[in-house]
């Protein structure tokens, strides 16, 4: 289904296309209420879990996926936007399907932030066969190592975590424990990070699901107008000590105010940075995915 659907997806206008993923998601709504936006049994604590640094009761991980040229011209106003609320966060470009500024890049590392690989460039193909991966990891990992990244998330949240074991990463953001609105819709079921080993090289990495809803699902998909879904799921998420890790993708965050059919305001992003802010003061860790990495991978 999802060859097909990226074989007609330049066919069907795209106003089209969010008009049937609507119908798709409202019919999903209710058929997988039981699973999302909590899935009860993610709770469960892996084994051996050590718990977070310096007694924190969660983890609260901001990533974004700049999926074009415009996302990507965005970033600085986002970036100062968390920064000024005391945030960090990653942000993973698409190499070859837009300009990567090596300025930008620059910028956001020299203000704490992290940058990382989304894919190669972003046609839905990755993962199509082992053939396909094997030879785009080869200029995937080369990007890894130009840009100093070591972390990944695939296009789509499509995923194989074996096949990820050929990308020089030490973490991985590919996955989510529950939503079935996304292509490949098969959740790990948990609200913690978890360690993916590589018996034949030795090699380990850290697989990181987010936890809340992605942006584009929750405000142009289901047109919700506020935010009270990631409170809910973030509530659940703290009682049980776990990670809220965000996708928030700069190319849909409206900074002018206005009512466009592929943008949400940003000042939705603000009331999520301030909910966790003022309501869970001085019991959470933002870290960067890299340093979440390490501190994992150091059990």
């Given at each position: 289904m999802n060859k097909i659907f990226y074989i007609l997806k330049p066919l069907i206008p795209r106003n089209l296309q969010i008009f049937l993923r609507r119908i798709l998601v409202n019919y999903q709504k209710k058929k997988y209420n039981d699973v999302w936006p909590i899935l009860q049994s993610a709770a469960s604590k892996p084994k051996e879990w050590r718990g977070w640094p310096d007694g924190k009761k969660f983890a609260f991980i901001i990533t974004h996926d700049v999926e074009l040229q415009k996302g990507h011209n965005s970033c600085k106003k986002l970036m100062q936007i968390e920064k000024s609320l005391g945030f960090k966060s990653s942000y993973n470009f698409v190499p070859e399907r837009y300009e990567v500024s090596t300025e930008l890049r620059n910028y956001l590392n020299e203000n704490g932030f992290e940058v990382g690989v989304h894919g190669l460039n972003h046609?839905?193909?990755?993962?199509?066969?082992?053939?396909?991966?094997?030879?785009?990891?080869?200029?995937?990992?080369?990007?890894?190592?130009?840009?100093?990244?070591?972390?990944?998330?695939?296009?789509?949240?499509?995923?194989?975590?074996?096949?990820?074991?050929?990308?020089?990463?030490?973490?991985?953001?590919?996955?989510?424990?529950?939503?079935?609105?996304?292509?490949?819709?098969?959740?790990?079921?948990?609200?913690?990070?978890?360690?993916?080993?590589?018996?034949?090289?030795?090699?380990?990495?850290?697989?990181?699901?987010?936890?809340?809803?992605?942006?584009?699902?929750?405000?142009?998909?289901?047109?919700?107008?506020?935010?009270?879904?990631?409170?809910?799921?973030?509530?659940w998420i703290v009682k049980n000590e776990g990670m809220v890790l965000v996708n928030i993708h700069p190319d849909y965050v409206n900074f002018e105010n206005q009512h466009l059919m592929e943008e949400f305001p940003v000042q939705y992003v603000i009331d999520l940075l301030n909910y966790v802010k003022m309501k869970y003061e001085d019991q959470y860790w933002n870290p960067l995915p890299k340093d979440a990495a390490k501190h994992v991978l150091a059990k």
């Open positions: 046609d839905g193909k990755l993962f199509r066969s082992k053939e396909i991966f094997s030879n785009r990891a080869k200029k995937i990992n080369k990007y890894l190592k130009e840009w100093g990244a070591i972390g990944f998330r695939a296009p789509a949240m499509h995923h194989n975590l074996e096949w990820i074991k050929l990308l020089n990463v030490d973490y991985d953001l590919s996955t989510f424990d529950t939503d079935p609105f996304e292509p490949q819709s098969d959740g790990v079921g948990t609200i913690f990070p978890f360690i993916v080993n590589d018996e034949k090289s030795n090699r380990r990495y850290v697989e990181f699901p987010y936890t809340i809803v992605q942006d584009f699902t929750l405000f142009i998909t289901m047109r919700e107008k506020n935010i009270d879904i990631w409170k809910r799921k973030i509530d």
